[in-house]
């Protein structure tokens, strides 16, 4: 049976990206943005069955909509790992069709998927069945010399046919031999021409593009042209406080926006929440931030504060606040002068 799915969920996304879409990661993101719908970073099958699946797990209530990224080839394995993510209390478990890395390639898994659809296709219903949550996924447009529209149109196709109605495309080929995935992500060249035929071959299948969108003037353009919804990684990451506009320019949502004060103060509140039993949450969290003041007087001294050592073994859960002062600025709780030493 055929899942239905409203396109404006995936209408801004922010990509799984390994080692940084972290809880914390995603707390401090939300902060920016009520209507983005955030990933985890990918998790293996492997890794839920054998390793710390609580942990693994883990997000806060604050983090909705937020979908998990799994990574694996076994049905039965995948429908296990889909029914914990529920049971975890996710919005969305998306398949990973698009990895290039060769650690991923041996767990044959992620871009090398798209090489075996019937495969992948009995990964979703096999998941499709287990849940009652979205099941996606997210892919490239080919793979190594299979990078005709054919091949992704036809691979879609199989997807379509079992069921699937989010496909979440990165529009550069995955080139599995010869480029590091730093490379993958930048040499192969973008064809969003792909992920509008898609739309138009499958009019009722959310297409969602990923791939080289730096802003969301690209994001609202490519939607207006008629794809669902875009999903940006690193400039998303680097740049922060692009997800303030998210929400009035793609969702129509004119609250008033975060300042960086109430976004620091939250976040301190956050550090101070979570740092009893998760200590290194201070630093985990932090390392998130170092671009929150991009484009600011001071923004140089809030990163060199945010990278400093002292500074955490200084300030501990009020380092944010800290960082905020050196670099010229103050949240209202901060006091009179309660950060104007010049040495830690």
Request: charged share 25%; aromatic share 8%.
């Given at each position: ?8 969920g ?5 990509a ?10 995603r707390?401090?993101h ?45 049905p ?19 398949l ?20 075996e659809p ?16 979205d ?34 495309v990165?529009?550069?080929?995955a ?29 009722d ?42 929400d009035?320019r ?5 609250h ?17 929440k ?71």
């Amino acid at each position: 049976m055929a899942m239905t799915a409203n396109p404006e969920g995936w209408r801004f996304c922010v990509a799984p990206m390994l080692d940084w879409t972290d809880t914390h990661c995603r707390v401090f993101h939300r902060q920016l943005s009520r209507r983005a719908r955030l990933y985890t970073e990918m998790i293996t099958t492997p890794a839920l069955v054998h390793g710390r699946r609580d942990f693994l797990l883990r997000h806060a209530e604050c983090e909705h909509p937020v979908a998990c990224q799994l990574g694996g080839s076994d049905p039965a394995e995948l429908a296990q790992a889909a029914r914990w993510v529920q049971a975890a209390g996710y919005d969305e478990v998306n398949l990973n069709c698009g990895c290039p890395s060769e650690r991923v390639q041996k767990g044959s898994f992620g871009a090398c998927l798209m090489l075996e659809p019937a495969l992948v296709a009995d990964c979703f219903r096999a998941m499709r069945e287990a849940v009652d949550i979205d099941v996606t996924i997210k892919h490239r447009i080919g793979v190594d010399q299979c990078d005709s529209y054919a091949f992704v149109r036809d691979f879609v196709g199989t997807l379509y046919e079992a069921g699937c109605r989010v496909f979440i495309v990165h529009t550069r080929s995955a080139w599995l031999k010869g480029l590091s995935p730093k490379e993958n992500r930048e040499v192969p060249p973008l064809r969003r021409d792909y992920a509008h035929a898609l739309k138009k071959d499958f009019p009722d299948a959310v297409i969602c593009i990923n791939g080289g969108i730096e802003t969301v003037q690209t994001a609202e353009e490519l939607i207006a042209a008629g794809l669902d919804g875009v999903m940006v990684g690193r400039a998303a990451y680097q740049n922060p406080w692009m997800l303030t506009t998210v929400d009035e320019r793609l969702y129509g949502d004119a609250h008033e926006p975060p300042t960086r004060e109430a976004v620091i103060a939250a976040m301190t509140d956050y550090i101070e929440k979570t740092a009893p039993e998760h200590p290194q949450c201070i630093r985990g969290t932090a390392r998130h931030m170092l671009g929150l003041l991009n484009g600011l007087a001071g923004a140089k001294a809030w990163r060199r504060t945010l990278s400093d050592p002292a500074a955490y073994a200084a300030f501990g859960t009020h380092v944010l606040e800290e960082a905020y002062a050196r670099a010229g600025w103050r949240t209202p709780r901060m006091g009179a002068d309660r950060f104007d030493d010049d040495e830690y």
